[in-house]
């Protein structure tokens, strides 16, 4: 398996731009997670979804991000408008359960200008 | 809500000495605790996980952590360190059945000495 593949690796866009950050799942893993890396607030977890519904959005920022599963092979987490503040590295993980287990992608880093 | 802090930012030391990074938690319950190890411009890895039972956990790649409810600390340690376990270090405490809801410490980074 490939793992988690997240794309793009790096995205760079100017304040006030749409910017989509996409995620492909572990074949079979029900469970996947959006995180958000910066120096200032660490890891923090923005959103899961569980079966391809939205479990639990309760650290998703500001009405700006959403994300969406369309289906179990594919996720998007999006930004609009992009602010300064938005640059770091997101990370998407997928498991079997949602037991913390789960594997995580190398991250798209993303720098907001 | 649940907390974590690992008091040490950085820690260094030489190739095969023993290695113990500290995590404190605050949660009133039963805590679900985590290790996670991330490598430069990677993900994170899950070393090892205590949710119950043995509060002695064996994780991959040699490391193991106690769970001490007396003092709220899950400690990650290593009783030879190899070059490669150079990383950061994340401990994670999650608050319900399936720990979805994690918080993480701060990290703590690893340097080893040849």
């Known amino acids: 398996d490939a793992g988690v593949i997240q794309s793009p690796r790096h995205e760079v866009t100017e304040m006030g731009q749409e910017v989509t950050l996409r995620c492909k799942p572990i074949s079979g893993h029900n469970s996947l997670f959006w995180y958000r890396q910066t120096m200032m607030r660490g890891l923090e977890l923005l959103i899961y979804?569980?079966?391809?519904?939205?479990?639990?959005d309760s650290g998703m920022p500001e009405d700006r991000f959403s994300a969406k599963m369309p289906n179990a092979s594919f996720s998007t987490l999006k930004i609009q408008p992009s602010e300064p503040r938005d640059s770091a590295v997101y990370f998407c993980?997928?498991?079997?359960?949602?037991?913390?287990?789960?594997?995580f992608g190398s991250g798209t880093r993303l720098t907001v200008v | 809500a649940q907390s974590v802090t690992q008091p040490d930012i950085h820690i260094t030391v030489s190739e095969g000495a023993s290695l113990e990074l500290r995590c404190n938690y605050s949660y009133g319950a039963t805590p679900y605790l985590f290790w996670y190890v991330q490598s430069p411009g990677q993900g994170l890895q899950l070393l090892l996980k205590y949710f119950s039972g043995d509060t002695l956990v064996q994780g991959i790649k040699g490391f193991e952590a106690e769970f001490k409810r007396s003092q709220s600390s899950f400690n990650l340690r290593k009783p030879s360190v190899h070059w490669s376990d150079a990383a950061e270090y994340f401990c994670?405490?999650?608050?319900?059945?399936?720990?979805?809801?994690?918080?993480f410490g701060p990290g703590t980074r690893l340097s080893v000495l040849p």
């Open positions: 979804f569980n079966n391809n519904v939205p479990i639990d």
């Open positions: 994670a405490v999650g608050a319900d059945n399936y720990g979805q809801n994690f918080v």
């Open positions: 993980a997928s498991s079997l359960v949602p037991d913390g287990s789960g594997t």
